[in-house]
Nanobody, 116 residues
Framework: QVQLVESGGGLVQAGGSLRLSCAAS????????MGWYRQAPGKQRELVAT???????NYLDSVKGRFTISRDNAKNTVYLQMDSLKPEDTGVYFC??????????WGQGTQVTVSS
């Protein structure tokens, strides 16, 4: 079954940290780009960070220096380390993966809430 399974969301105070994980099913291999998007209430979904299979990263300007995306190709897993969290980082975070065989897939989303 083609799927992305996310974990690691939760409630944290401003200035705190969270680490998100997203594991892709084996039938999605090979995967080119993996990434994280987020959607705040009443707002459009926006790209947070992406990483290529070779490790090239791209970040939303507002998270540069605070968030770090990484990837373990052997485990088909992408991570998002979020430090110095701010209330404006609150939203549902979605994992995204571009599979050569299966196309673009999305995870179910995980809630991140940052209290002030």
């Amino acid at each position: 079954q083609v799927q992305l399974v996310e974990s690691g969301g939760g409630l944290v105070q401003a200035g705190g940290s969270l680490r998100l994980s997203c594991a892709a099913s084996r039938d999605m291999i090979p995967i080119t780009v993996m990434g994280w998007y987020r959607q705040a209430p009443g707002k459009q979904r926006e790209l947070v960070a992406t990483i290529t299979r070779g490790g090239i990263t791209n970040y939303l300007d507002s998270v540069k220096g605070r968030f770090t995306i990484s990837r373990d190709n052997a485990k088909n897993t992408v991570y998002l380390q979020m430090d110095s969290l701010k209330p404006e980082d609150t939203g549902v975070y979605f994992c995204n993966a571009d599979s050569v065989a299966r196309g673009t897939r999305w995870g179910q989303g995980t809630q991140v809430t940052v209290s002030s």
